[in-house]
C-alpha cells in the first residue's frame, strides 16, 4: 500500500524551485536543489534556507508549567529565564530517549517545545498521558499547534548582514533589539508584514543563524521574502541532504540514529543535558544508576583514513584485532573536510579519541580513527 505523504506549506515552493522530492519521516521533503556538496558549502560559507517545518510545535502554558516539564525533561527547566531556550531531552523510565527536543521559554509560565517530526504523535502521547497522572489542582495547559505553525532556518555566516531587513521589532521584546542582535539560544518575537513571529538564535549546522517559527499562512512569503533579502548574501535553499552532512560534521544527533528508546543520553555523550542533581524526572534513577556503574558502549566521531567509499548507517565497526565492536549510526562524505566522517556506537573499551578502528564498507574493512567532537571546526 503507498504511504500517503504530508507536504508542508513549502511544497510549491521547492518545486518552483527545482528541489528534489523524497519520502522523510511522513513527509514528501525537499533532498537537494542545486546538489548537497554545494549546499553544504554555501551553508558553511554564506547562507543556506530550510524548511523545518515538519516538525512539531506544543506549547506548555501555567503557573504549573515549569514544574510539571521538569519533571519529564532531563535539563533543569526552571533556571531556564524568559527569552531563552535550551536543548533537551525527554525519556521514558529506562532511560532510553523517547526524543531529544528544544524548548523555549516565551515568557513566565509560558514554554514551547519544538520536537522531530518522527517522534511528534509519540511525544504527544507521552506528555499528554503523563500530565494525566498528575493532580487535577495543578495549573497546566497543553497545545499541539504541529498542524498550525511551521518554522524556517536560516543559517550561515552572512545572515546577520541582511537578517534584520526582512523582520521589524515587535515592541515587547524585554530588552532585546534586531534579529542579529540575539545571542545564541536566545528567543524574541518579531513582525514580519505586520504578523508576529517568533524567532530563535539556534540550529542545526554549527554556523551562526537563526529559525523562524510562525503560523502557515505566512510560511511561502515568508519563504521568498527570505530568499530575496539574502540574495547579496548568497542564500541558497538548502534541502535534507545537506542539513545531514552539516549535523553529521558537528556530531549533533538524529533521532532514530545516535538516540532510540533503546539508549541513553550518557552512552550518546550527552551528559551534560543531564541534571541529576536536580528535580526528579522520568528516567532519573535509571541514568543515575548508569552514570554510577558505567556506560558499556558509548557513542563516537571518526574519520576515515584514506581513501573509501563513504561509511553509512548500520555498517559494522571492527577492532584492529578484527573484534566486532559496534555500528555505524550515522555516516557520510565530508563537503568540508573531503573524507569519510561519521559516528558510531562502540564498546567503552575501544571509545578513546586517537583509538583506530576499522568500518567495514560494501564488504571491505578500512581503516578510521575515533576524533574529538565536532569533527569541524571553524578555522
Known sequence: MTEILKRTPLFENHVALGGRMVAFGGWEMPVQYSGIKDEHLAVRQNAGIFDICHMGEFFVQGADAASFLDSLLTHDVTQLSPGWGQYNLLCNESGGVIDDLYLYCLKQDSYLLIVNASRLDVDWSWISEQKKNIGSDQQIFLENRSTQMGAIAVQGPSVKNWINECFEEE???????????????????????????????????????????????????????????????????AGLGARDTLRTEMCYPLYGHELTTETTPLEAGL????????????????????????????CVAFQMKGRSAPPRPEYPVYSLDGKKIGQVTSGTSSPSLNNGIGMAYVEIDHAKVGNMLEIEIRGRKFPAEIVKKPIYRKS
Open 171 to 237: 515592541g515587547q521584546g524585554g530588552g532585546v533589539g534586531k534579529v542579529s542582535e540575539l545571542r545564541k539560544n536566545q528567543i524574541n518575537a518579531y513582525l514580519f508584514n505586520g504578523n508576529k513571529v517568533w524567532i530563535g538564535a539556534t540550529g542545526y549546522t554549527g554556523e551562526d543563524g537563526v529559525e523562524i517559527i510562525a503560523d502557515n499562512d505566512l510560511m511561502a512569503e515568508l519563504w521568498d521574502s527570505l530568499l530575496a533579502k539574502g540574495h547579496v548574501g548568497c542564500v541558497q535553499p
Open 271 to 298: 551528559g551534560y543535558f543531564v541534571d541529576l542533581k536536580g528535580a526528579d524526572f522520568i528516567g532519573k534513577q535509571a541514568l543515575a544508576d548508569q552514570k554510577e556503574s558505567g556506560v558499556r558502549k558509548r
